[in-house]
């Protein structure tokens, strides 16, 4: 058995997976609202390819001999397999719906970035260079890798609650305030129903100020639960985003006598460092929580993205792994 | 006025606001390529045909761009961040812990209302509900009917130990650039050198005297014949000569000694040996190919006095052989240690002339960063834990309990829920 073959298809494989899982979320979510069915295609879809995934890197690294984080590809691939199982840890702890339709996406987009834009000399593995001998890269790509998708997973949650209270200032403490009525009743999905199923709400007529009222606690309610959530979530993130980059430092010093050399990449990852900090202190300024720290996470989406892909198109520096030009 | 200016900067929104300029400026010097010669800047910033509309290279030499990390004004953020970081822990998270760590216990009942989380019940009694607070691992304070209980105070020690550690860092990098030194050695095989090309030394730096000698370098390749790994056999000399230490180093295995560290960081050849018709041996040196991303080497190897004959010599590796054209380019074969090739004037290839390339580097800082690197990792993690707090009062029948917690505020709610169920 060719296992070059065998992995491309299997890569392959996952991209269709992935790509039916999201249509199945997003059908879901406009069209069949409260099909338990639907919901359960897509995400058994997702375990799926999340198990080919692990497959594929696996093999990887048996047939190579060494971690199978050496290049871009199986970076990629990794943060692919990483987003997934905490979308999936994250479904199973919350019940959500739209953690996966909003997560499927990327995954998907990283998934055929990888399969479709990368030159198949780019997907090979080939032999370590001597830099990258050494047990630091496990620790410090892995890491790093772990750092990326947590983050990236909770700064969409920040930039879900930036659209779904549509730029405006949401008054969080009045949810506090109102607790009381829906107390018993904290689970994330139960708002996620009330909010986005609303037409199968079949209520008598002289219920319905109640049920606006019900509605719109609701609906504060959700917001104030993906607030939670993507701080929990860039909470846990930003220490893996310390580690790697302090992996990383402690390597750079065994292997070329330097813990930071401002190269370019090194560079962003200072500066996602910097935004998520900030991100985390700016929820413990009174009276920011919600849209202003939202912005904050927002902005932390795409300078990952920058830190992760943006900076191999400058095409210099110590990490020249996958090139783009 | 004094405690005015140090309590504006023990603010938060200063802390963000610093750290977002800290961004923002480093963001210029992945953008404009740094420590480059003025005549790069003057190619690809010209003042006519402005980049961006209003960049020129006269500019960036103004403002320092060309090394944005080494500016005074960088450097005065990056000092200000570090006063920031201290005052915040000394004018902020001191009280705040002072606090905490005092057991507040609440009196009346009028107190529960201003909590995120509170009910009253009455279903359960005051050592059943006692002992599922115990079992949810809380620490439990008790005067009479009311009730303090606490649990993840670690939480609010750990970003204490995170600003700790970001000082001891600091104070490691400043400590390392004012009295470390780097420096770069291209050494020949079998030779001895002196530490002579620093780079960069600080103002208090003493540049040991060693002499290190270069006893052997070679490349091991794969069967592809890509390179796995550079190695280079060096030993630490005293001054009389003879050898103290010894260490074969390689990529990220480097040599230490003293405090010194020696690292394998470049490689080149120099040249080649060969001997003639005659027996006579002859050494011609290689020059490197400028403008190319290959590291590959050329020389001429004439076979008449006039010099306007003979072969040119290719070479890009370390592998014993080298690759033999004629005068007019033409590929006549490859040449291997000890053998000769067929030409008109024969010659033996005796031997191939390379150089390692070490980087000799002493930190006295390194421990510091180190340190730092440690309890940051540590604290950063411990930071995630939440610290919670439950009150009590017993009032008549009636038992009166909230709660709050500094983050994970969801899953304290689902606790919460358990404890009065």
Same mark, same amino acid.
């Given at each position: 058995?060719?296992?070059?073959?065998?992995?491309?298809?299997?890569?392959?494989?996952?991209?269709?997976?992935?790509?039916?899982?999201?249509?199945?979320?997003?059908?879901?979510?406009?069209?069949?609202?409260?099909?338990?069915?639907?919901?359960?295609?897509?995400?058994?879809?997702?375990?799926?390819?999340?198990?080919?995934?692990?497959?594929?890197?696996?093999?990887?690294?048996?047939?190579?001999?060494?971690?199978?984080?050496?290049?871009?590809?199986?970076?990629?691939?990794?943060?692919?397999?990483?987003?997934?199982?905490?979308?999936?840890?994250?479904?199973?702890?919350?019940?959500?719906?739209?953690?996966?339709?909003?997560?499927?996406?990327?995954?998907?987009?990283?998934?055929?970035?990888?399969?479709?834009?990368?030159?198949?000399?780019?997907?090979?593995?080939?032999?370590?260079?001597?830099?990258?001998?050494?047990?630091?890269?496990?620790?410090?790509?892995?890491?790093?890798?772990?750092?990326?998708?947590?983050?990236?997973?909770?700064?969409?949650?920040?930039?879900?609650?930036?659209?779904?209270?549509?730029?405006?200032?949401?008054?969080?403490?009045?949810?506090?305030?109102?607790?009381?009525?829906?107390?018993?009743?904290?689970?994330?999905?139960?708002?996620?129903?009330?909010?986005?199923?609303?037409?199968?709400?079949?209520?008598?007529?002289?219920?319905?100020?109640?049920?606006?009222?019900?509605?719109?606690?609701?609906?504060?309610?959700?917001?104030?639960?993906?607030?939670?959530?993507?701080?929990?979530?860039?909470?846990?993130?930003?220490?893996?985003?310390?580690?790697?980059?302090?992996?990383?430092?402690?390597?750079?010093?065994?292997?070329?006598?330097?813990?930071?050399?401002?190269?370019?990449?090194?560079?962003?990852?200072?500066?996602?460092?910097?935004?998520?900090?900030?991100?985390?202190?700016?929820?413990?300024?009174?009276?920011?929580?919600?849209?202003?720290?939202?912005?904050?996470?927002?902005?932390?989406?795409?300078?990952?993205?920058?830190?992760?892909?943006?900076?191999?198109?400058?095409?210099?520096?110590?990490?020249?792994?996958?090139?783009?030009? | 006025?004094?405690?005015?200016?140090?309590?504006?900067?023990?603010?938060?929104?200063?802390?963000?606001?610093?750290?977002?300029?800290?961004?923002?400026?480093?963001?210029?010097?992945?953008?404009?390529?740094?420590?480059?010669?003025?005549?790069?800047?003057?190619?690809?910033?010209?003042?006519?045909?402005?980049?961006?509309?209003?960049?020129?290279?006269?500019?960036?030499?103004?403002?320092?761009?060309?090394?944005?990390?080494?500016?005074?004004?960088?450097?005065?953020?990056?000092?200000?961040?570090?006063?920031?970081?201290?005052?915040?822990?000394?004018?902020?998270?001191?009280?705040?812990?002072?606090?905490?760590?005092?057991?507040?216990?609440?009196?009346?009942?009028?107190?529960?209302?201003?909590?995120?989380?509170?009910?009253?019940?009455?279903?359960?009694?005051?050592?059943?509900?006692?002992?599922?607070?115990?079992?949810?691992?809380?620490?439990?304070?008790?005067?009479?009917?009311?009730?303090?209980?606490?649990?993840?105070?670690?939480?609010?020690?750990?970003?204490?130990?995170?600003?700790?550690?970001?000082?001891?860092?600091?104070?490691?990098?400043?400590?390392?650039?004012?009295?470390?030194?780097?420096?770069?050695?291209?050494?020949?095989?079998?030779?001895?050198?002196?530490?002579?090309?620093?780079?960069?030394?600080?103002?208090?730096?003493?540049?040991?005297?060693?002499?290190?000698?270069?006893?052997?370098?070679?490349?091991?390749?794969?069967?592809?014949?890509?390179?796995?790994?550079?190695?280079?056999?060096?030993?630490?000399?005293?001054?009389?000569?003879?050898?103290?230490?010894?260490?074969?180093?390689?990529?990220?295995?480097?040599?230490?000694?003293?405090?010194?560290?020696? =690292?394998? !960081?470049?490689?080149? @050849?120099?040249?080649?040996?060969? /001997?003639? +018709?005659? *027996?006579?041996?002859?050494?011609?040196?290689?020059?490197?190919?400028?403008?190319?991303?290959?590291?590959?080497?050329?020389?001429?190897?004439?076979?008449?006095?006039?010099?306007?004959?003979?072969?040119?010599?290719?070479?890009?590796?370390?592998?014993?052989?080298?690759?033999?054209?004629?005068?007019?380019?033409?590929?006549?074969?490859?040449?291997?240690?000890?053998?000769?090739?067929?030409?008109?004037?024969?010659?033996?290839?005796?031997?191939?002339?390379?150089?390692?390339?070490?980087?000799?580097?002493?930190?006295?800082?390194?421990?510091?960063?180190?340190?730092?690197?440690?309890?940051?990792?540590?604290?950063?993690?411990?930071? =995630?834990? !939440?610290?919670?707090? @439950?009150?009590?009062?017993?009032? /008549?029948? +009636?038992? *009166?309990?909230?709660?709050?917690?500094?983050?994970?505020?969801?899953?304290?709610?689902?606790?919460?829920?358990?404890?009065?169920?």
């Amino acid at each position: 058995m060719d296992w070059n073959i065998t992995q491309n298809f299997s890569s392959n494989i996952v991209f269709g997976i992935l790509l039916f899982a999201m249509i199945t979320y997003w059908i879901n979510l406009s069209l069949f609202r409260g099909n338990k069915n639907l919901i359960k295609i897509g995400k058994w879809g997702a375990i799926l390819a999340n198990i080919l995934l692990f497959f594929i890197l696996c093999s990887r690294w048996i047939i190579a001999g060494y971690f199978p984080l050496s290049n871009l590809y199986e970076s990629l691939l990794f943060l692919t397999w990483t987003l997934l199982t905490i979308y999936l840890y994250l479904e199973f702890k919350t019940k959500s719906k739209l953690l996966g339709a909003i997560l499927l996406p990327i995954a998907l987009l990283i998934n055929g970035f990888a399969n479709l834009t990368l030159s198949a000399d780019m997907q090979k593995s080939s032999p370590l260079v001597p830099a990258l001998q050494s047990n630091w890269l496990m620790m410090h790509v892995s890491m790093m890798m772990l750092s990326y998708a947590t983050l990236i997973i909770g700064s969409l949650l920040c930039i879900l609650f930036l659209v779904l209270s549509k730029l405006q200032d949401v008054d969080l403490q009045l949810v506090d305030e109102s607790t009381s009525l829906v107390f018993y009743n904290n689970i994330f999905d139960y708002y996620e129903a009330k909010v986005f199923l609303q037409e199968n709400k079949s209520s008598t007529p002289s219920e319905l100020p109640f049920e606006e009222d019900i509605q719109e606690i609701a609906f504060l309610k959700l917001l104030k639960s993906l607030d939670n959530w993507s701080y929990r979530i860039i909470g846990l993130g930003f220490p893996f985003l310390t580690i790697g980059i302090i992996a990383g430092g402690v390597w750079a010093n065994e292997a070329w006598g330097s813990y930071w050399s401002w190269d370019p990449k090194e560079t962003w990852a200072l500066i996602t460092w910097l935004v998520f900090a900030t991100y985390l202190h700016s929820r413990l300024t009174k009276g920011w929580e919600g849209k202003k720290t939202a912005i904050l996470g927002g902005l932390g989406f795409f300078v990952i993205w920058v830190c992760y892909l943006g900076v191999n198109f400058l095409g210099k520096g110590l990490h020249s792994y996958g090139w783009l030009s | 006025m004094r405690q005015n200016i140090f309590k504006s900067i023990a603010d938060l929104r200063f802390a963000i606001f610093i750290l977002l300029v800290i961004a923002a400026f480093s963001v210029i010097g992945t953008v404009i390529e740094q420590d480059q010669s003025i005549e790069t800047y003057k190619l690809n910033y010209p003042l006519t045909n402005r980049v961006f509309g209003f960049l020129s290279w006269d500019i960036i030499l103004k403002f320092g761009l060309d090394h944005v990390y080494k500016t005074w004004w960088f450097i005065t953020l990056i000092l200000l961040f570090g006063i920031s970081l201290l005052t915040c822990t000394f004018l902020q998270q001191f009280p705040s812990l002072k606090i905490a760590r005092r057991c507040q216990f609440f009196r009346t009942t009028q107190q529960f209302c201003r909590l995120n989380i509170s009910t009253n019940l009455q279903h359960l009694s005051f050592p059943q509900l006692l002992f599922k607070i115990k079992e949810n691992n809380y620490s439990i304070f008790q005067q009479k009917n009311i009730i303090y209980c606490y649990k993840g105070l670690i939480g609010r020690i750990a970003p204490i130990i995170v600003h700790f550690s970001m000082i001891i860092i600091l104070m490691g990098a400043i400590i390392g650039s004012v009295s470390g030194f780097k420096a770069q050695e291209i050494v020949p095989k079998t030779e001895t050198f002196h530490i002579q090309n620093v780079l960069n030394n600080g103002q208090f730096t003493l540049i040991p005297k060693v002499s290190i000698r270069i006893n052997d370098f070679w490349i091991a390749y794969t069967k592809q014949t890509t390179i796995t790994q550079f190695y280079s056999d060096l030993s630490v000399l005293n001054v009389d000569g003879n050898e103290i230490h010894r260490k074969t180093i390689f990529v990220n295995s480097p040599a230490k000694y003293n405090g010194i560290d020696y =690292y394998q !960081t470049d490689w080149n @050849i120099l040249g080649l040996r060969v /001997k003639n +018709k005659d *027996f006579s041996v002859s050494q011609y040196p290689f020059i490197n190919l400028p403008n190319s991303q290959e590291k590959i080497w050329l020389t001429w190897v004439s076979n008449n006095p006039e010099l306007n004959d003979g072969l040119t010599i290719l070479i890009d590796n370390l592998q014993g052989y080298c690759s033999v054209y004629n005068k007019v380019g033409k590929f006549i074969g490859n040449l291997e240690l000890n053998e000769s090739l067929n030409t008109e004037t024969p010659i033996v290839l005796m031997d191939i002339l390379s150089s390692t390339g070490l980087q000799i580097k002493a930190d006295p800082g390194i421990l510091l960063i180190y340190l730092g690197f440690l309890f940051l990792m540590i604290s950063t993690l411990i930071s =995630y834990i !939440t610290y919670s707090q @439950i009150w009590l009062v017993q009032d /008549k029948k +009636k038992i *009166f309990i909230g709660g709050n917690t500094t983050r994970a505020t969801f899953d304290f709610e689902l606790e919460f829920l358990k404890l009065v169920k």
